[in-house]
């Protein structure tokens, strides 16, 4: 509070200094007020007013410096933020009519437009009035911008109220009447003004154009002469310094031009393009940024608008031989396929067609513009196969042709030159690197046509980029042939395009390939593209190829390729292909095509040597003796051969006590099975453990990276005899001795890597044996250990230490793990009686599609085993024959062996096992490779399906591990897709307690249950089942028409289901009216706390304010039900749009929701209208009452359907409306009331039979006054009755209905209102003879009812007042005042003032009594809430006065109608303070006139 006070002395202080003539200070105190009006959310109005004064002062204050005037006016406009009434009314009180305004003024009102447009828009009217009688008044060029930047802004601030009027906060306004003055000022500043302007007047008018012409082009009436104004626009490109704001302005005509749908003539069109175009193609000079790219975005629009009219501009100027002109256009082609135009997607066949109008420009600019735009067309998919493989062609064209140019020696303007042509060269370079071959259309352009450009040496710098382009297109290419079982290989040339034969390409890909051994990019492109490609070259290499070429590649693992190793494989290659196809005629073409490729490599070069050797092997391996002569005496040349530089490491092993630990530990070895041999049982071996420990000992020594010794093998042996005599060992010691010899083996490195030390090959193969016997040993001691333990779960620990061995990255150990656990897993083993299978099937059995055949034999015969050892015996044989299938490398097939081992195997797979071996695969969903994890899913859903019907007990513990998993398995897709198969799979069978258990799911419900729910409804198996067990479980829960918590949750279930998109006819009736009743029922209620998850309940309290809305969820869900139901043409589109469902679920709108909500139910599908009808009729007598306002509100609307009456039981709603018509809930009432109402289009015959109990339910509801919706729902209603009853019909009533509907003429809401007009009309019509005179009085008393509000601010009010007036004239015999009124009827209305004075003028010459009558009646309306109202009532009091005569004027209470005028002079309303200063004027004149005292 100090501060604020300090503050305010500051603030004070500072405006005092105002008052001073200080101009030196107060550049710095207006600089000071700036950033504190900004910088202050409240100021106090008294300083408020202050600052607008003084600010106000200096800002018109000719002495005071320019500078000093401006930021006067600026801080002037910023307080408009605090209070703009007052800082509109301070400028607007000096700019005055027919007065020419200080230029500050007029910047201020600008300022104020643009910166507060929603309310300056109601003070534009007058503004612009005003600024109209200014216009031939100014003189000044300074004065004349001032204008035309008014103008300017103005125009902006309409143009943003005329497309945005819904966002401002007040009744729409005439914006027709703004734009005709905003027409009237442009003109006239067009025609006087623009002729004889200077060059910063014309850059005035030229900013002001835009937004001018942009704001007359919405008006139908003024398009033709807002277009005609353009031209003049474009005739101002003359001024470079212009041009950008010439463009600008035409930029934001041609959007509104879109906006309004409007079509520019064809010579204007082509003017503005032929002038844009300049724009961009300006020479010598060339074009501003800015004004570039401005000129750009008009041909976008220009695009959108008319792409056909465009494209034929663009082919028309580009026939040009204009550099500029053909780089400008292409550049603009780019750009706006760049913007994804969707309509200039189908005209692709024309752009190719432009494009190649301007091939043959050998202009490196024009080149390199086309080469960018062809990289655009590729990437947005603009290639089509007709026309579009000159435009790849041209690609590696130019790169040729730069390569050329780049060779020949160019006298003039040389490194421009160059920089050019390598310029061009790097471009399509960079489009065939980032060219997608896939793109839609591609394929069938390049394919195979793009194999053209391999064999030739002028694109062999494109090679790296190109094998990768082919590559890709033949894998997609036998993706799609991989069922096909033909040859895919190039034997002839198709179209046009003379194809590369296969001898070529062999020929080529060789050749290159041997730059792999150098690190090349092109040269593993090579051999990757024989890798994939042997079909192309000959049907014979494919299954040869398929096996040598990963040996091949295995040198180009290492980063010290062997370059002679690496040609030498080559080489071979080729030699075993040759002898593979062993066709002489191919294998002498291939040799001519080694020779045709000599030219093409230096003789120094690596590829020239290769080629050579190439040649030779071919020709060695040629049958054709006199060919090979030939090809040798004319071509061959013996080169000097590489020497074999081949060196290979070893490492030798020496330990010094190697023999004295083999000959210890063979002697334990030996005794161990000497011991063993004498079987007795009573023989207790006391070395035993430390002897196993010695043995482990020796073990622990050897190095973990080879395997040098046989120490390990010799060890194993060892300790499998020791551990079989007695004292038997624990289970720790057991564990301990498996990990510790299982740590030692399996991680060693690769066999390979292992063999790679040995010196010789003596020295690889002793390792190789070596490596096998331990692996052997290792496997013997753990089917030892493990078996001869009677223990089931000691057996299932020991077998634990394999786990993490057989479910290792690296492929290598994995393998080691399975053979081990092969040989555990022989079928000649016996478990122990308890011991599961379940887990260990759940972790084996995936691996049968692992990456190495060895491991998938070695799981399979694994899997076999565990069945032997449990005594299941009966498949052993159909097992392993399908186990050799599972040789094969085709993943397909794995797969295929895998399934229908599983189908056999899950069958044994003991029930109440079934939740371990789930667990295994889901685990191995997480982590295993992707064929593994494809196997998991395929063994899980088989056992599912063998087993499913039986897990009814172990179905929640199911459930919950499922769910444990699904965080990391949606991390995977396939997997993620394989746990949800499984949900599926369990609900086929347990259907009802799969709901029930994801029901008790919290809400609102997380992501991975919502997937649930998705998955079971995509299952076409269970998506029938599962809509109809959520329809059970809602009408259960909704049985008393209460709604609880679990109610809501099968609403939520219900969402995720029918956003599937599940078919929903046969059961849409039952689903709409228990979905409505939710809402209904859910209106208000809050979500229970101890409901939602507990992540929710740790959140701070402010944020509990977001829990979710239980009607919001029932609504969203039956919003999703309605858009499936219109899917399947079961429903239409609402009235209300998404705006009904925020009715239907807010507690006060709810039947307003309800009622369009019904006015959207396809009343064709009356079958289905019918049932719903029959399951909502219950609500009419719920207990829950917002249910019976919800099935009032819905019957309301169809009582208005004559099918419905024909076929439904609405005779039966019609009772109950008439009884809740009475009821004391006010929006029951209304509802019943509305029924009522409709019940007048659907069935006439029930209105004039039931019209007595009808009218009285109606008519009751004009008397209830405290809640207007019901009064204006009952004036609407009698409104439909009246039309169908006879004057007759209503006598008893009539004079009733007339005297209440009088009493809503002034209601403040203009629905009742217009209603209340509307329906006093039709009385007029139902007037019969007995009650003529009494409604003639009462249309005397309505008379100043209908005049006034003939400018009531809603214009449909207006409309109805002028269509009573004409049929109530005659009950007071005033048809005289028809042609009065026929003026309302004209386009532009009259004046309120012109059109009072003529109706005042006819009334009283026919009857001055009624003329009275409106005075007397007119002073309640001088309070009225309505300026307009207020602002009529005072001209039609002065209109009166006028007409009054003598007699009249003297009656006149003077003094009380003098009071209240002067009143009416503070009014707020300009127009009010104007007429009542009108009025009195005339009071004045008229007591003149008959010399009496005012």
């Given at each position: 509070m100090e501060e604020y006070g300090e503050m305010l002395g500051d603030i004070n202080l500072t405006i005092g200094m105002l008052s001073k003539e200080d101009n030196i200070s107060k550049e710095d105190i207006y600089g000071h007020l700036t950033s504190f009006i900004q910088n202050t959310d409240i100021l106090d109005d008294t300083i408020v007013q202050r600052l607008i004064y003084y600010t106000s002062k200096d800002m018109r204050d000719e002495e005071i410096p320019r500078e000093i005037r401006m930021l006067a006016g600026e801080v002037l406009v910023s307080l408009a933020a605090h209070d703009f009434n007052s800082v509109m009314y301070e400028v607007q009180s000096n700019f005055r009519i027919l007065e020419l305004p200080n230029e500050f003024v007029v910047l201020a009102l600008a300022e104020?437009?643009?910166?507060?447009?929603?309310?300056?828009?109601?003070?534009?009217?007058?503004?612009?009035?005003?600024?109209?009688?200014?216009?031939?008044?100014?003189?000044?060029?300074?004065?004349?911008?001032?204008f035309c930047l008014a103008l300017e802004k103005f125009s902006k601030s309409i143009y943003k109220y005329v497309n945005h009027w819904k966002d401002f906060p007040y009744p729409k306004l005439d914006a027709n009447r703004l734009s005709d003055k905003i027409f009237m000022l442009f003109r006239y500043i067009m025609e006087k003004w623009a002729p004889q302007a200077s060059p910063m007047h014309t850059l005035a008018i030229i900013k002001a154009h835009g937004p001018t012409v942009s704001l007359l082009l919405h008006r139908e009436d003024l398009c033709e002469f807002a277009l005609s104004q353009i031209s003049w626009l474009l005739i101002q490109y003359q001024d470079k310094e212009n041009d950008f704001y010439i463009t600008q302005s035409l930029k934001q005509i041609l959007i509104a031009t879109v906006l309004y749908d409007t079509v520019l003539p064809k010579n204007l069109r082509r003017s503005i393009l032929s002038s844009l175009l300049h724009q961009i193609c300006k020479v010598p000079e060339p074009p501003i940024k800015e004004n570039k790219l401005e000129a750009s975005s008009c041909f976008l629009i220009l695009a959108h608008a008319n792409p056909v009219d465009l494209l034929d501009f663009f082919d028309e100027q580009i026939r040009s031989t204009n550099e500029a002109v053909r780089t400008g256009i292409l550049t603009l082609l780019r750009s706006t396929i760049n913007a994804e135009e969707p309509k200039f997607r189908n005209h692709t066949t024309s752009i190719e067609k432009t494009i190649k109008l301007v091939m043959g420009d050998l202009s490196v600019k024009v080149r390199k513009s086309t080469l960018l735009l062809i990289q655009t067309m590729c990437e947005k998919g603009y290639i089509e196969a007709r026309e579009g493989w000159p435009l790849i062609d041209y690609i590696f064209s130019?790169?040729?042709?730069?390569?050329?140019?780049?060779?020949?020696?160019?006298?003039?303007?040389?490194?421009?030159?160059?920089?050019?042509?390598?310029?061009?060269?790097?471009?399509?370079?960079?489009?065939?690197?980032?060219?997608?071959?896939?793109?839609?259309?591609?394929?069938?352009?390049?394919?195979?046509?793009?194999?053209?450009?391999?064999?030739?040496?002028?694109?062999?710098?494109?090679?790296?980029?190109?094998?990768?382009?082919?590559?890709?297109?033949?894998?997609?290419?036998?993706?799609?042939?991989?069922?096909?079982?033909?040859?895919?290989?190039?034997?002839?040339?198709?179209?046009?395009?003379?194809?590369?034969?296969?001898?070529?390409?062999?020929?080529?890909?060789?050749?290159?390939?041997?730059?792999?051994?150098?690190?090349?990019?092109?040269?593993?492109?090579?051999?990757?593209?024989?890798?994939?490609?042997?079909?192309?070259?000959?049907?014979?290499?494919?299954?040869?190829?398929?096996?040598?070429?990963?040996?091949?590649?295995?040198?180009?693992?290492?980063?010290?390729?062997?370059?002679?190793?690496w040609e030498t494989m080559l080489l071979q290659l080729l030699k075993e292909s040759l002898w593979k196809i062993s066709d002489v005629a191919w294998t002498s073409q291939l040799s001519r095509d080694f020779s045709l490729q000599m030219g093409s490599y230096s003789n120094s070069s690596m590829e020239k040597k290769f080629l050579w050797k190439a040649l030779g092997t071919t020709?060695?391996?040629?049958?054709?003796?006199?060919?090979?002569?030939?090809?040798?005496?004319?071509?061959?040349?013996?080169?000097?051969?590489?020497?074999?530089?081949?060196?290979?490491?070893?490492?030798?092993?020496?330990?010094?006590?190697?023999?004295?630990?083999?000959?210890?530990?063979?002697?334990?070895?030996?005794?161990?099975?000497?011991?063993?041999?004498?079987?007795?049982?009573?023989?207790?071996?006391?070395?035993?453990?430390?002897?196993?420990?010695?043995?482990?000992?020796?073990?622990?020594?050897?190095?973990?990276?080879?395997?040098?010794?046989?120490?390990?093998?010799?060890?194993?042996?060892?300790?499998?005899?020791?551990?079989?005599?007695?004292?038997?060992?624990?289970?720790?010691?057991?564990?301990?001795?498996?990990?510790?010899?299982?740590?030692?083996?399996?991680?060693?490195?690769?066999?390979?890597?292992?063999?790679?030390?040995?010196?010789?090959?003596?020295?690889?193969?002793?390792?190789?044996?070596?490596?096998?016997?331990?692996?052997?040993?290792?496997?013997?001691?753990?089917?030892?250990?493990?078996?001869?333990?009677?223990?089931?779960?000691?057996?299932?620990?020991?077998f634990n230490l394999l786990r993490m061995w057989l479910v290792s990255q690296k492929e290598w150990e994995r393998e080691r793990a399975f053979q081990v656990t092969s040989k555990v897993l022989t079928k000649d083993i016996e478990a122990p009686q308890n011991f599961r299978i379940g887990s260990l099937l759940g972790l084996l059995a995936p691996h049968s599609c692992d990456t190495l055949p060895t491991i998938r034999?070695?799981?399979?015969?694994?899997?076999?085993?565990?069945?032997?050892?449990?005594?299941?015996?009966?498949?052993?044989?159909?097992?392993?024959?399908?186990?050799?299938?599972?040789?094969?490398?085709?993943?397909?097939?794995?797969?295929?062996?895998?399934?229908?081992?599983?189908?056999?195997?899950?069958?044994?797979?003991?029930?109440?096992?079934?939740?371990?071996?789930?667990?295994?695969?889901?685990?191995?969903?997480?982590?295993?490779?992707?064929?593994?994890?494809?196997?998991?899913?395929?063994?899980?859903?088989?056992?599912?399906?063998?087993?499913?019907?039986?897990?009814?007990?172990?179905?929640?513990?199911?459930?919950?591990?499922?769910?444990?998993?699904?965080?990391?398995?949606?991390?995977?897709?396939?997997?993620?897709?394989?746990?949800l198969e499984a949900i599926s799979q369990i609900a086929s069978f347990h259907m009802d307690a799969v709901v029930n258990n994801l029901l008790q799911k919290p809400l609102p419900f997380d992501r991975d249950t919502k997937t649930l729910w998705k998955a079971l409804a995509e299952n076409p198996a269970s998506s029938s089942k599962l809509m109809r067990a959520l329809i059970r479980k809602l009408e259960a829960r909704l049985e008393d028409d209460v709604a609880g918590t679990d109610a809501i949750s099968v609403a939520c279930a219900m969402y995720e289901v029918i956003l599937t998109g599940a078919h929903i006819t046969h059961l849409y009736p039952k689903l709409f009216t228990l979905l409505l009743k939710l809402v209904s029922c859910s209106l208000g209620q809050k979500?229970?706390?101890?409901?939602?998850?507990?992540?929710?309940?740790?959140?701070?309290?402010?944020?509990?304010?977001?829990?979710?809305?239980?009607?919001?969820?029932?609504?969203?869900?039956?919003?999703?039900?309605?858009?499936?139901?219109?899917?399947?043409?079961?429903?239409?589109?609402?009235?209300?749009?998404?705006?009904?469902?925020?009715?239907?679920?807010?507690?006060?709108?709810?039947?307003?929701?309800?009622?369009?909500?019904?006015?959207?139910?396809?009343?064709?599908?009356?079958?289905?209208?019918?049932?719903?009808?029959?399951?909502?009729?219950?609500?009419?007598?719920?207990?829950?009452?917002?249910?019976?306002?919800?099935?009032?509100?819905?019957?309301?609307?169809?009582?208005?359907?004559?099918?419905?009456?024909?076929?439904?039981?609405l005779r039966d709603v019609l009772n109950f409306m008439d009884q809740s018509a009475r009821d004391s809930n006010a929006i029951l009432r209304q509802m019943a009331i509305r029924g009522l109402g409709n019940?007048?289009?659907?069935?006439?015959?029930?209105?004039?039979?039931?019209?007595?109990?009808?009218?009285?339910?109606?008519?009751?509801?004009?008397?209830?006054?405290?809640?207007?919706?019901?009064?204006?729902?009952?004036?609407?209603?009698?409104?439909?009755?009246?039309?169908?009853?006879?004057?007759?019909?209503?006598?008893?009533?009539?004079?009733?209905?007339?005297?209440?509907?009088?009493?809503?003429?002034?209601?403040?809401?203009?629905?009742?209102?217009?209603?209340?007009?509307?329906?006093?009309?039709?009385?007029?019509?139902?007037?019969?003879?007995?009650?003529?005179?009494?409604?003639?009085?009462?249309?005397?008393?309505?008379?100043?009812?209908?005049?006034?509000?003939?400018?009531?601010?809603?214009?449909?009010?207006?409309?109805?007042?002028?269509?009573?007036l004409v049929i109530c004239i005659p009950f007071l015999g005033l048809q005289e005042l028809y042609?009065?009124?026929?003026?309302?009827?004209?386009?532009?209305?009259?004046?309120?003032?012109?059109?009072?004075?003529?109706?005042?003028?006819?009334?009283?010459?026919?009857?001055?009594?009624?003329?009275?009558?409106?005075?007397?009646?007119?002073?309640?309306?001088?309070?009225?809430?309505?300026?307009?109202?207020?602002?009529?009532?005072?001209?039609?009091?002065?209109?009166?006065?006028?007409?009054?005569?003598?007699?009249?004027?003297?009656?006149?209470?003077?003094?009380?109608?003098?009071?209240r005028l002067q009143a009416l002079r503070q009014d707020p309303c300009i127009s009010v303070q104007r007429a009542a200063e009108a009025t009195l004027q005339t009071l004045l004149r008229r007591c003149k006139e008959i010399s009496i005292p005012l």
């Open positions: 104020l437009a643009t910166s507060y447009v929603s309310q300056s828009i109601p003070f534009m009217m007058m503004t612009l009035l005003t600024m109209q009688t200014m216009l031939r008044l100014v003189e000044d060029e300074s004065m004349r911008q001032t130019q790169f040729a042709m730069s390569n050329r140019n780049l060779e020949k020696p160019v006298k003039s303007n040389s490194q421009e030159h160059e920089n050019g042509e390598k310029s061009v060269q790097e471009t399509s370079l960079e489009i065939l690197k980032s060219l997608d071959p896939l793109v839609i259309g591609m394929p069938q352009v390049l394919w195979p046509r793009i194999l053209t450009y391999v064999v030739p040496e002028e694109y062999t710098g494109t090679l790296d980029y190109l094998f990768n382009i082919i590559r890709i297109l033949i894998m997609a290419e036998e993706k799609k042939k991989r069922d096909i079982q033909e040859s895919t290989a190039l034997v002839i040339s198709t179209g046009a395009v003379k194809l590369p034969s296969p001898q070529q390409l062999l020929a080529r890909l060789l050749v290159i390939s041997i730059l792999a051994s150098l690190g090349q990019l092109c040269g593993a492109g090579a051999i990757g593209l024989l890798k994939i490609m042997p079909e192309l070259i000959h049907p014979k290499l494919v299954e040869m190829w398929k096996t040598r070429m990963p040996a091949l590649l295995q040198p180009l693992e290492g980063s010290n390729a062997s370059i002679v190793l020709l060695a391996s040629c049958q054709d003796k006199d060919f090979v002569s030939s090809q040798i005496n004319e071509f061959l040349v013996t080169p000097s051969l590489l020497g074999d530089q081949r060196q290979v490491l070893g490492v030798s092993v020496i330990n010094k006590d190697m023999d004295l630990q083999m000959s210890f530990t063979r002697s334990i070895t030996e005794v161990g099975i000497a011991i063993q041999d004498a079987e007795d049982q009573k023989f207790q071996f006391t070395y035993k453990e430390m002897l196993i420990g010695f043995m482990l000992n020796l073990i622990k020594d050897e190095p973990l990276n080879t395997l040098a010794s046989p120490v390990r093998w010799k060890v194993l042996i060892a300790i499998r005899y020791l551990s079989k005599l007695k004292p038997p060992l624990s289970l720790n010691d057991h564990l301990n001795i498996l990990e510790e010899n299982i740590r030692r083996l399996l991680p060693l490195p690769p066999l390979e890597k292992l063999k790679s030390e040995g010196e010789t090959d003596k020295d690889k193969e002793r390792i190789k044996f070596l490596y096998e016997r331990s692996m052997d040993a290792l496997g013997k001691l753990l089917k030892a250990m493990i078996w001869d333990d009677t223990d089931a779960r000691n057996c299932e620990e020991m034999q070695a799981a399979t015969s694994s899997t076999i085993g565990l069945l032997c050892a449990k005594g299941i015996c009966q498949e052993v044989d159909r097992l392993q024959g399908l186990q050799e299938g599972l040789d094969s490398e085709d993943e397909q097939v794995q797969i295929k062996i895998s399934s229908k081992i599983a189908k056999i195997v899950c069958k044994f797979i003991p029930s109440e096992e079934i939740q371990a071996f789930l667990e295994e695969t889901l685990d191995g969903l997480e982590t295993l490779n992707p064929m593994c994890t494809k196997a998991c899913g395929i063994w899980m859903i088989s056992a599912l399906k063998e087993h499913g019907a039986l897990l009814e007990d172990q179905l929640l513990e199911i459930l919950s591990t499922i769910y444990h998993h699904m965080p990391v398995l949606r991390q995977k897709e396939e997997s993620f897709q394989f746990m979500m229970p706390i101890s409901n939602l998850s507990q992540r929710r309940r740790v959140m701070q309290l402010g944020e509990r304010q977001q829990f979710p809305d239980p009607c919001r969820l029932s609504t969203a869900t039956l919003k999703c039900l309605q858009a499936q139901a219109m899917k399947e043409g079961l429903a239409k589109e609402s009235d209300e749009g998404d705006n009904l469902w925020t009715l239907l679920s807010n507690a006060d709108t709810h039947h307003i929701g309800v009622c369009a909500l019904a006015r959207s139910m396809a009343v064709w599908q009356h079958g289905i209208i019918l049932d719903i009808m029959e399951h909502l009729l219950s609500s009419l007598t719920s207990s829950s009452e917002n249910y019976r306002i919800t099935g009032m509100a819905f019957f309301s609307e169809l009582m208005k359907e004559p099918i419905l009456w024909k076929h439904g039981n019940t007048a289009s659907g069935a006439p015959h029930k209105v004039r039979k039931h019209k007595q109990i009808m009218l009285e339910c109606i008519i009751r509801g004009l008397y209830h006054l405290a809640r207007t919706e019901v009064v204006c729902e009952s004036l609407k209603a009698l409104k439909k009755i009246l039309e169908l009853l006879t004057e007759r019909d209503i006598s008893f009533y009539f004079k009733e209905i007339v005297l209440q509907t009088r009493t809503f003429f002034e209601d403040e809401q203009d629905d009742v209102r217009l209603t209340a007009i509307l329906l006093f009309e039709d009385l007029a019509s139902l007037t019969g003879r007995r009650w003529k005179i009494f409604f003639a009085e009462e249309v005397k008393k309505s008379m100043i009812s209908f005049l006034l509000h003939l400018w009531d601010p809603n214009p449909k009010i207006g409309a109805a007042c002028r269509d009573v042609g009065i009124l026929d003026h309302l009827l004209e386009q532009d209305l009259p004046r309120a003032r012109d059109f009072y004075r003529q109706f005042c003028m006819k009334l009283a010459k026919k009857n001055q009594e009624i003329l009275w009558i409106l005075h007397t009646h007119s002073f309640t309306f001088f309070t009225s809430s309505w300026e307009m109202i207020r602002s009529a009532a005072v001209k039609l009091t002065d209109a009166i006065i006028l007409h009054l005569t003598n007699q009249y004027v003297e009656l006149l209470d003077r003094e009380q109608l003098t009071m």
